[in-house]
């Protein structure tokens, strides 16, 4: 997506090899046209795949993804990082360890808010690893559901994330693919 | 704000007499209809203001606010619970002790993404006893911006928050008042 690698290029901060701050954009503060547009380009790529509803891992994801949301007019699903005192009941669970971030954590998904009739797309901001989007796809999984699709804003294609998805069967869209990082060096995918 | 209003006593929760479960619209699935008129309608309360930035905590704000500083066509800043490895440098640094979750958390914002010039309007899903609305204000006033509004969603009227941040001369706009509340019970104010 156009737009996007422009705003990575010219705002993205390349702290080393692994690290690209976009806070200015994505994660601190976020530009509320580039987000609608981003939604806007998610909601046409997956036009046609049905999708029922959005999924997506807090707290990074959920204003790309509800303006995926939005555009497509369908509901929009939070897998939460930790159980909240008042989402006790029936629960879908499961532990997300990242390598990049070296921690684990419990994402959980209230059963009733899923089921096996659901064609799901899930947006994160980020893939590397693809800890947390196989961690979605656990729990969405556990629900009888269906991925539908997988939509990425930054995909350091550099880290088998996408590999190890594609290998599952799943279907990845990632709006920004980025080849290379170092110090002050960000190299997109020709 | 009727629509909210109404979804609240359809669809929330009351678990007992502090406790109200929005998560099937709200907190963990999010109806973007709902959510997008719930932005217009903060961006059509506070439109007189000279808003410049919309400010929320994550991350159930997240959805609201986004929704809000696309209506206004303002950046939207995200405080951070805690700190990640890659937001590292110049930060405005808080503590908020909440009693309703029983627990501390450091709220930062980077002091490049704020200035003096800015006038902020904050948003929140939930008002109780004003600890996290009155944390970010403190972050705002270390970056000596203004806080020209709050916006809320949900405001437990039995509960002091309003008093407290009323006092300090804060103009508050909540689209849902709730008087009083039991286990299956939901009372708006009048």
């Known amino acids: 997506m156009k737009l996007l690698e422009e705003k990575v290029l010219q705002e993205g901060i390349a702290v080393n090899e692994n690290i690209l701050k976009v806070d200015s954009f994505i994660n601190h503060q976020i530009d509320?046209?580039?987000?609608?547009?981003?939604?806007?380009?998610?909601?046409?790529?997956?036009?046609?795949?049905?999708?029922?509803?959005?999924?997506?891992?807090?707290?990074?994801?959920?204003?790309?993804?509800?303006?995926?949301?939005?555009?497509?007019?369908?509901?929009?699903?939070?897998?939460?990082?930790?159980?909240?005192?008042v989402l006790n009941e029936n629960m879908y669970q499961t532990i997300v360890t990242s390598y990049t971030k070296g921690a684990s954590y419990e994402l959980t998904l209230a059963s009733h808010?899923?089921?096996?009739?659901?064609?799901?797309?899930?947006?994160?901001?980020?893939?590397?690893?693809?800890?947390?989007?196989?961690?979605a796809i656990r729990l969405i999984r556990k629900a009888h559901a269906t991925v539908a699709g997988i939509g990425i804003l930054i995909e350091k294609s550099f880290q088998p994330g996408r590999a190890k998805l594609?290998?599952?069967?799943?279907?990845?869209?990632?709006?920004?693919?980025?080849?290379?990082?170092?110090?002050?060096?960000?190299?997109?995918?020709?």
């Open 113 to 135: 808010l899923i089921s096996e009739h659901d064609h799901v797309l899930i947006i994160d901001d980020f893939l590397a690893n693809g800890e947390a989007a196989t961690g």
């Open 32 to 85: 509320p046209v580039l987000m609608k547009a981003i939604g806007e380009d998610f909601a046409d790529h997956f036009k046609d795949c049905g999708i029922t509803k959005v999924v997506t891992i807090e707290s990074s994801g959920i204003a790309p993804a509800f303006s995926t949301a939005l555009a497509m007019q369908a509901p929009l699903l939070i897998l939460k990082k930790s159980p909240s005192k």
């Open 166 to 190: 594609e290998e599952q069967g799943f279907s990845i869209y990632s709006q920004v693919r980025i080849a290379k990082l170092d110090k002050d060096v960000i190299e997109l995918m020709p």
